[in-house]
């Protein structure tokens, strides 16, 4: 249904048609997107993945000892000016993407450069966390906000995010960088409020 529904709003802007997956930590936001993608793309679309993960910036912003841990990822860690310049500002405009953009790799806390092809009438999903804050929300077409309760996303992560360390650090981790900043969103923006579509799980 959320497919045809997609697909009708694309007919509609005779452009490329920006769609957000929004969702906290945990919930589920790339699994459902790669579904969504699998299911417009059996509808004729042609479809792309992008992920706000890879529009960070390197560790030496995005952490400050000067400020608090959640801070620094709520308000340091997000390069949205590059993600609306480069792409989300020229699609609004009406132009399709045909260029090399960085992409951060953090295995080398660096960017990388890959090839972004958007065509016209083109679906962009956008894929992360914070997407109905102000600096960005603008340049989104259509808004789903994965709602998933605390307890079950943070028994998802600390199975996930092993990167991190064993589960008394990844629950640390949790606790005094991305809930606290997780909290601000929720208040600031109520996002499964605001969403065009909320799905709880």
């Known amino acids: ?22 969702g906290l930590g945990g919930a589920g936001k790339t699994t459902f997107t790669q579904t969504l993608a699998e299911s417009l793309r059996d509808e004729g679309a042609n479809v792309i993945i992008l992920h706000m993960d890879d529009f960070i910036h390197p560790r030496k912003t995005r952490y400050d000892d000067t400020k608090l841990e959640w801070e620094c990822y709520y308000y340091l860690q997000w390069r949205y000016d590059y993600l609306i310049t480069e792409i989300l500002s020229p699609i609004q405009l009406g132009m399709p993407i045909n260029k090399l953009i960085e992409l951060y790799d953090k295995n080398i806390d660096e960017y990388s450069k890959h090839f972004l092809k958007v065509d016209h009438h083109s679906v962009l999903l956008l894929e992360g966390i914070f997407l109905q804050r102000e600096e960005i929300r603008p340049f989104l077409d259509y808004v789903v906000f994965i709602d998933v309760p605390k307890k079950e996303r943070l028994s998802r992560v600390l199975k996930r995010d092993i990167y991190i360390g064993d589960q008394r650090m990844i629950r640390a981790k949790y606790y005094k960088r991305y809930f606290p900043a997780e909290d601000k969103y929720l208040e600031e923006y109520a996002p499964a409020k605001n969403a065009d579509l909320t799905i709880v799980c």
Do not use: H, P, W
């Open 1 to 22: 249904m959320l497919s045809k529904t997609i697909l009708k709003a694309v007919k509609e802007k005779n452009r490329i048609f920006v769609l957000g997956i929004d």
